[in-house]
């Protein structure tokens, strides 16, 4: 593979694998995928049992069992505080465990005639056998060293498959073409209804992968199609009535051959072996619909997984080893885990968001997706901004964008809101849809993380364009614009002097009103004489009266500032504007009114200073008087 | 009562002054002279009079020009668009017969025609030449402008409606659609959209029938624009449509995609067209220079969009194309949606006799708003007597006399009390019919009327 390909890969595996011996003549490697532990079985035990758990590196564990024949399936319970092992088809042995060794061997046969396909812990002390007949289900109790039968299900099994995170058994029986789900928790059995396939459908074993996505459980069946068709993954989720199987997704791969199956981020990752590459699909993503079932094309393109390498002790120096990738040996477990039992290596699956951006041609599409992943803000902001950057963006894609955003974000406020609303005391508060909102854009993670990373003397008209963009996406959502946005949009119009759009804006109610907006626009009122306007607009919409009369009295016009005036207001403020203003027959007439005015009248007799307007009108009007007299005379 | 009615307009010229100062050269001032019927002898006679008159008034008053001159049977109208330049219209007056008997009072007959009202018309139809020209002295040389004026004024004199004239002439005013935020929000970005994928289109407006939503220019530019879409180009534009039937017969299949949008400046049919057809050039001012645009009219549905194009683009056959592509699928649902909206506003008018009528304008984006005026085209279809709104026409020439705010009131001999609300930028004419009714109470209800009508605005509370 070139190296400019590698850039785009999308997957790729852990980079410190879990090492393990591998598997050869002596040692048998077991993986249990209920608590991710990787057993090496040395000679049957007895040369030691090396235990590590793909989830924590610390937990490692080593001790010597007894070799009582080869061994089919060893499991150790979720308290790794009892060894389970099954070595032949009628009975699983059982050994308490101190976190060193093992203590003696206590066992338990199943039902006559039975044959035991395997068996699960489904709880710390239960556990359940999966027979040909059907389930039986003990407790184990430690101390005493025995088990205790709880239940038996019949149901005929040809094999099955387990899922630990909901406790759910998939048994298969005639080819697996009888599908069906069993809940095993809390001592008991529940059957499910079976999983609706096609009549006479078979599938095998490997074809069958139990995850859950989004938080709803699923079984996905792998279906070859016969003749030139290529394969699909059908999902089935178990959200129906009483959490019966519902085929819902219909995964479209586009190729044949053999697959495998990863799960990582609610992502399905495909694997294709003949062409060493993987596909991956997002079940919430829009797809083609008949109305029950979603029809998906893969979300990006087929990339391989990047290229792996671990190092190997050599006679001198470590030795560098590129790991095949698609090596026939891989054998590949839920939800994220690869194993490649001949290296001797496990890896998690992960997904690379920012290149997996790469791979998504489509904003809109790249937005959704990173929306619903668990580490997608920061990558999705990233995203947009780089689009943002470019020389044209297209706004209307970028609007679109922004909707999914949202969306999602408005579902949060709601969310917000909800227990506010009052809901009585016992009912549970439904976090519903809560798990899908991964990835939050508010308002400000928009304004600090794109706005302010663009170039406020370059990108003025982009900004403008942006920031409409999103107001508008905000309003389709009903959610109201915060200041510093709208503070943003009008400082960036009125630097383009582009005053037309602003008051259209302004005048349609595009822009929330609030007092630091007017105040914003008075300051701009000596561009535009318009902004003063719809300022005193704004002003009136919000009953800020005070505000109103400081305005027009700065403006002179104190007879309008009067009518507006309320017991409240300050004399002094008006009658100092009169004064000034020169005009005499103002000032008579804003001194009488105040001064005959119930309402003020008690003012005049207390502040000194209002005594000085009358002394000033006194003088005005005697020296006039004066005057008059001396023309008279 | 006096009454004086126009019966029309007798002479319409255009002269420069500076041209032709020696005697027997005064024919050369001369740039447009209507009616052609008048020989030459009478029409230098008449720019002569008119130039005399300017020249004598102007050593009592250097600070004005005069505006206008009354005569027993004619009115004068003085217009100086640029240095230099004179417009002048004459109109002939008529009395009517009754009052011929009292002809010697001529005090009444002042008033009965306004001169602003006629002055507002000079005016427009000077900026209406200067929209699709440029300026007068813009012009290359005085031949040229002596054939564009001929051109322009031949058919724009005949559109001219001198009976009907009123106060709405004097805002020339632009009407806008009252739509929600949404509605306009997805108008402003499909506008946004367009400017910023194309970098030819400098600004774009968007109207729905009648009604402005968007406007990409100055209200000062908008408001001759519009004159001019609503004036002539979509009335001209809607009869075709008309004539065409509501479906479209030249689709070729009837499986084809029906096609909703078309240019109205540009070629007609796409897919027949050989050239772009004809595209207007246009000069805005607001900027404070001349700029040339072509003015591209696309129209789909009830909505239409005038693309202001940059004037050195070169037109082709293909960006008309893409433009079409682009414009027809974006604006249908759009205009969708706009259309729901109106359909669900859409809130009976209460027109009895007997409610109150009023002209709204705010001088800012010379918006105005009118249910006097029962149809725009200006056919004198009015919702209250003719006289009520000469008063308000009156009252508007008053107006600079009232300074920031002010209110005035007056009653008719027919019960009519006619009020002038301004304040913050913005006029409002009422016209009330109450028997009886008290200066008080009139005051009363014209609050109630504008705390309803004028909300959100700051302009009750005065």
Redesign the interface.
């Known amino acids: 593979m070139d190296k400019s390909d590698s850039d785009t890969c999308y997957l790729e595996l852990s980079k410190d694998p879990i090492r393990f011996e591998a598997v050869n003549q002596l040692t048998n490697v077991f993986f249990d995928d209920s608590n991710k532990d990787v057993f090496a079985v040395r000679s049957g035990g007895v040369m030691g049992v090396v235990v590590k758990n793909a989830e924590s590196e610390s937990k490692y564990l080593d001790f010597r069992m007894e070799d009582h024949g080869s061994v089919l399936s060893i499991k150790f319970s979720p308290d790794h505080k009892i060894l389970a092992v099954q070595r032949g088809t009628n009975s699983v042995e059982f050994m308490n465990f101190d976190g060193t060794a093992l203590d003696t061997e206590y066992s338990q046969t199943c039902k006559k005639n039975c044959n035991i396909l395997g068996f699960v812990w489904s709880q710390v002390n239960e556990i359940s056998f999966i027979t040909d007949h059907g389930i039986e289900l003990y407790m184990v109790i430690p101390d005493k060293k025995s088990l205790k039968h709880l239940k038996t299900t019949s149901a005929t099994v040809q094999w099955f498959v387990w899922c630990n995170s909901n406790k759910l058994a998939l048994l298969a029986s005639h080819h697996g073409s009888h599908l069906l789900p069993v809940i095993i928790k809390n001592g008991t059995t529940n059957k499910l209804n079976k999983v609706d396939t096609e009549p006479g459908k078979m599938a095998l074993e490997r074809d069958i992968t139990l995850a859950t996505l989004y938080g709803t459980p699923a079984v996905l069946i792998l279906r070859h199609q016969n003749g030139p068709n290529a394969a699909e993954v059908h999902v089935h989720t178990l959200n129906g009535p009483g959490m019966s199987p519902v085929k819902s997704h219909v995964l479209k791969l586009g190729l044949t051959g053999r697959f495998a199956i990863n799960i990582e981020d609610d992502i399905i990752l495909v694997h294709h072996q003949a062409s060493r590459s993987s596909v991956i699909f997002d079940i919430a993503l829009p797809a083609e619909n008949d109305g029950t079932v979603q029809y998906h094309s893969p979300a990006a393109f087929a990339r391989s997984i990047k290229p792996a390498s671990i190092t190997l002790p050599g006679l001198r120096d470590n030795e560098i080893h590129y790991c095949e990738l698609y090596s026939p040996n891989w054998v590949v477990f839920q939800p994220n885990i690869i194993i490649d039992a001949k290296l001797g290596c496990l890896w998690h699956i992960k997904l690379c968001l920012p290149e997996l951006c790469e791979n998504i041609a489509d904003l809109r599409k790249c937005t959704q997706v990173m929306l619903k992943r668990t580490e997608g803000k920061t990558v999705l902001l990233n995203v947009l901004l780089k689009y943002i950057k470019q020389a044209k963006p297209k706004f209307d894609v970028l609007q679109e964008s922004f909707n999914h955003i949202n969306y999602i974000y408005r579902d949060f406020i709601e969310a917000e809101l909800q227990p506010n609303i009052g809901t009585s005391p016992g009912a549970p508060i439904v976090p519903k849809n809560l798990s899908l909102h991964r990835v939050l854009v508010d308002q400000d993670d928009m304004m600090n993380e794109i706005f302010q990373k663009l170039d406020p003397e370059k990108d003025l008209p982009k900004i403008e364009w942006l920031s409409l963009s999103y107001l508008a996406s905000l309003s389709e959502c009903s959610i109201s614009a915060q200041y510093n946005l709208t503070e943003l949009l009008v400082t960036c119009l009125a630097r383009q002097k582009k005053f037309t759009v602003l008051q259209q804006m302004l005048q349609y109610g595009a822009i929330a009103d609030s007092k630091p907006l007017a105040c914003l626009l008075l300051s701009l009122g000596n561009m535009h004489s318009g902004a003063s306007q719809m300022a005193l607009d704004m002003l009136a919409r919000m009953d800020a009266r005070e505000e109103i009369q400081e305005v027009l009295l700065s403006d002179g016009q104190v007879l309008s500032a009067l009518k507006l005036a309320d017991k409240t207001a300050n004399p002094r403020k008006f009658l100092s504007v009169a004064e000034q203003s020169g005009d005499l027959t103002l000032f008579h007439s804003v001194l009488i009114h105040l001064k005959n005015n119930p309402d003020f009248a008690g003012a005049f007799q207390k502040d000194e200073r209002l005594m000085n307007f009358i002394q000033q009108y006194n003088n005005m009007f005697d020296k006039n008087k004066k005057s008059e007299n001396t023309l008279n005379q | 009562m006096v009454t004086q009615i126009i019966a029309g307009l007798k002479n319409f010229f255009i002269f420069k002054s500076s041209l032709g100062a020696n005697e027997g050269e005064e024919l050369k001032k001369i740039l447009y002279y209507y009616p052609l019927t008048d020989n030459t002898d009478v029409q230098i006679k008449n720019v002569g009079f008119v130039e005399g008159i300017i020249q004598f008034t102007d050593t009592f008053k250097p600070s004005s020009h005069v505006n206008s001159l009354h005569t027993n049977k004619t009115r004068h109208l003085y217009y100086q668009p640029e240095k230099d330049f004179w417009m002048v219209m004459v109109l002939k007056l008529n009395r009517s017969t009754k009052e011929k008997e009292i002809s010697n009072d001529t005090e009444d007959l002042e008033d009965d025609i306004e001169d602003n009202v006629y002055e507002a018309l000079l005016k427009q139809a000077y900026l209406m030449y200067r929209l699709f020209w440029g300026t007068f002295k813009d012009a290359k040389n005085t031949d040229s402008l002596k054939m564009t004026l001929e051109v322009f004024y031949r058919a724009y004199l005949q559109t001219i409606k001198l009976a009907n004239a009123d106060v709405l002439n004097m805002f020339s005013g632009i009407q806008?659609l009252p739509?929600?935020?949404?509605c306009?929000?997805?108008v402003?970005?499909f506008v946004?959209?367009l400017?910023?994928?194309y970098d030819f289109i400098e600004n774009a407006s968007f109207l729905y029938n009648d009604y402005l939503i968007?406007?990409?220019?100055?209200?000062s530019d908008m408001q001759v624009v519009y004159q001019y879409l609503v004036g002539t180009l979509l009335p001209a534009n809607v009869e075709t449509e008309l004539l065409g039937g509501s479906m479209p017969r030249n689709s070729t299949s009837p499986f084809a995609p029906l096609r909703h949008g078309r240019f109205i400046t540009g070629p007609s049919n796409l897919k027949s067209a050989k050239t772009i057809g004809k595209v207007p050039k246009v000069y805005l001012f607001a900027s404070g220079k001349s700029q040339e645009y072509h003015l591209v009219v696309y129209r789909a549905l009830s909505a239409t969009v005038c693309l202001f194009i940059k004037g050195d683009t070169e037109l082709t056959l293909d960006l008309f194309k893409t433009l079409d592509e682009d414009l027809n699928t974006?604006l249908l649902c759009i205009v969708s949606d706009i259309a729901d909206y109106c359909s669900k506003q859409i809130i009976t008018p209460n027109l009895s006799d007997s409610s109150p009528r009023y002209i709204y304008f705010?001088n800012?984006?010379l918006?105005y708003s009118s249910n006097v005026h029962l149809d725009n085209k200006q056919s004198g279809n009015l919702a209250c007597p003719k006289e009520s709104v000469r008063i308000a026409t009156e009252m508007k020439g008053n107006l600079p006399f009232l300074?920031?705010?002010g209110e005035t009131i007056v009653k008719t001999m027919n019960d009519f009390w006619v009020v002038m609300k301004t304040?913050?930028?913005?006029e409002c004419y009422i016209a009330l019919q109450q028997k009886n009714a008290s200066l008080i109470g009139i005051s009363e209800e014209v609050k109630r009327l504008c705390d309803t009508e004028l909300k959100?605005?700051?302009?009750?509370?005065?």
């Open positions: 806008y739509v929600d935020k949404h306009f929000l997805k402003q970005t946004n959209c400017e910023s994928s968007w406007s990409g220019i100055e209200p974006k705010n800012v984006n918006a300074g920031p705010a304040s913050n930028h913005r959100g605005i700051f302009f009750k509370q005065i």
